[in-house]
T-cell receptor, first 115, second 111 residues
Framework: AQSVAQPEDQVNVAEGNPLTVKCTYSVSGNPYLFWYVQYPNRGLQFLLKYITGDNLVKGSYGFEAEFNKSQTSFHLKKPSALVSDSALYFCAVRDSYQAGTALIFGKGTTLSVSS | DGGITQSPKYLFRKEGQNVTLSCEQNLNHDAMYWYRQDPGQGLRLIYYSQIVNDFQKGDIAEGYSVSREKKESFPLTVTSAQKNPTAFYLC??????????FGPGTRLTVL
């Protein structure tokens, strides 16, 4: 069965410091991996995805994520955090053989960036 | 939130009442989804539909019903059988294996 784990409920960083939000996954086939961000009382906004190709994926707002097949991980990163990055972040996965089926989401990680 | 609208933004339900949440998309996406979000539990799948006139139960379908009569529309009814419906409801759509696009959500509260 597919699953996603986000081991940290909350990540705290100071503005200007690098940030990492962790995600590990489990699928039976090749994974399609996604990161989303959610601000309070809003829908989810797509940040980036890994389908195939380069293991380092670049996305919106300066975020990037690194796909590591051996560790089954897809950690979200940003070189320099902004206070405005404070939000709830979700990692999601879909098995590549199941087009149209729903993404499976992790429980989310709250990122808090202090000034 | 582009391309997917949800209404109303806030909804209040009395005990024993059925309510319907609207979801419309103009992205020409084939597949649509309903998720429920509770604090600390992430997103849980209620129902999804890959084509018109067809839908499948997700992980927490009990107490909910859906229809997919048009490609653009996927309404969710929260029935009186759902004993704890207070939550944030999110609708999404996609084409193929691409990312899902989400609507702005409906917050349902039981009075």
């Amino acid at each position: 069965a597919q699953s996603v784990a986000q081991p940290e409920d909350q990540v705290n960083v100071a503005e200007g410091n690098p940030l990492t939000v962790k995600c590990t996954y489990s699928v039976s086939g090749n994974p399609y991996l996604f990161w989303y961000v959610q601000y309070p009382n809003r829908g989810l906004q797509f940040l980036l995805k890994y389908i195939t190709g380069d293991n380092l994926v670049k996305g919106s707002y300066g975020f990037e994520a690194e796909f590591n097949k051996s560790q089954t991980s897809f950690h979200l990163k940003k070189p320099s955090a902004l206070v405005s990055d404070s939000a709830l972040y979700f990692c999601a996965v879909r098995d590549s053989y199941q087009a149209g089926t729903a993404l499976i989401f992790g429980k989310g990680t709250t990122l808090s960036v202090s000034s | 939130d582009g391309g997917i609208t949800q209404s109303p933004k806030y909804l209040f339900r009395k005990e024993g009442q059925n309510v319907t949440l609207s979801c419309e998309q103009n992205l020409n996406h084939d597949a649509m989804y309903w998720y429920r979000q509770d604090p600390g539990q992430g997103l849980r799948l209620i129902y999804y539909s890959q084509i018109v006139n067809d839908f499948q139960k997700g992980d927490i379908a009990e107490g909910y019903s859906v229809s997919r009569e048009k490609k653009e529309s996927f309404p969710l009814t929260v029935t009186s059988a759902q004993k704890n419906p207070t939550a944030f409801y999110l609708c999404a759509s996609t084409r193929g294996l691409n990312e899902q696009f989400f609507g702005p959500g409906t917050r349902l509260t039981v009075l």
